[in-house]
């Protein structure tokens, strides 16, 4: 009967680590962001060089900002990256995809002759569960980090950008 009373002990108490750990890491949704965003839209775009990359860029156009707010990192498409300011008055993301990228990959006996070689990227993943019209955008208060939610983002038409000019 001691053993059974140990055993129930244990599995409370490891019931009770697991659910406070999983709370902890839990992304907590803020209810207002600190500055006025426009319309937010994502872009495709591919490059005309065999090679040049190809991706999906995602903006947020910024009407106010009065406290000079600096949005942080973008989540979208179970992606995340770091969001960059462009001319004061747009944030903007850049996701690359695996289309059109160039995979030139060195194999050889000697590791050094390998050097040059790009290391694949492992997928992270994303805290939140988002359909492909959300994104959530994340910035710092004092110390704290916080997360706002975007819905409604318009899928505007590619970005086809034309082949290097020949030579005449």
Known sequence: MNSFKNITNIFLLLLIVVGVSQCASTQKLGGKLPLEIGEVYSEHWVSGVKGGGSGYNLFIPVKSNPDNMVLDSLYFKGKRVKLELKNTS????????????????????DPLAEYGNTVAEIAEKIPFELDDTECVVSYKKGHRTLYYKISNIIKKASANYPNVPQNK
């Open 90 to 109: 747009v944030f903007v993301g850049r996701f690359k995809s695996e289309a059109n990228q160039r995979h030139d990959i060195i194999m050889n006996r």
